[in-house]
């Protein structure tokens, strides 16, 4: 299949990534602002302010990125380094058809993933986030959420 697209590049997912990672906690962070769920120190009396702040930052994911996700499988970050994610079909001459996978494996699955990036500051979970990305650096280019959600990024053209 000659018209497919081929694997993006291991850099192109990196800088996306970390564009993702810049621009949805911004986002969260103005949200608990705006919504003042930890505005005073008693707010962290209880420890229920980490259950709004996990809904925020879905709510942030989601603002950012659900439209671009359901429409062309792109994060704002993807969508700026030119890549995309689409169905694997577990296939081995590395090209892809350009079509996006189903929302629901992206949100479900794929982006269960996301908050794993951020918990590598925690001692006896830094090991998941770094498990996932080694996975890139495999033949086919894919992290361990891309096995999970049976989905490939791809460089567009």
Known sequence: MSDGLSLAGRFRRLV????????????????????????DAEDYTDRWWML???????????????????????TLGKKLMGIAIVPADARDDGRY???????????????LFFPLLFVVVIPS???????????????????????????AVVRLK
């Open 52 to 74: 709004w702040v996990f809904v925020l930052a879905v709510v942030s994911y989601l603002l950012l990125n659900g439209y671009g996700l359901w429409q062309s499988g792109q």
């Open 125 to 151: 979970f830094a090991a998941l986030p770094i498990i996932d990305q080694l996975f890139i650096f495999g033949k086919r280019r894919r992290c361990l959420h891309d096995f999970v959600s049976g989905t």
């Open 97 to 111: 058809a350009p079509n996006p996978p189903p929302l629901w494996k992206l949100i479900c699955l794929r982006a």
């Open 16 to 39: 996306a990534t970390l564009i993702d990672m810049i621009l949805v906690p911004s986002l969260t962070l103005v949200l608990v602002m705006i919504t003042g769920v930890v505005e």
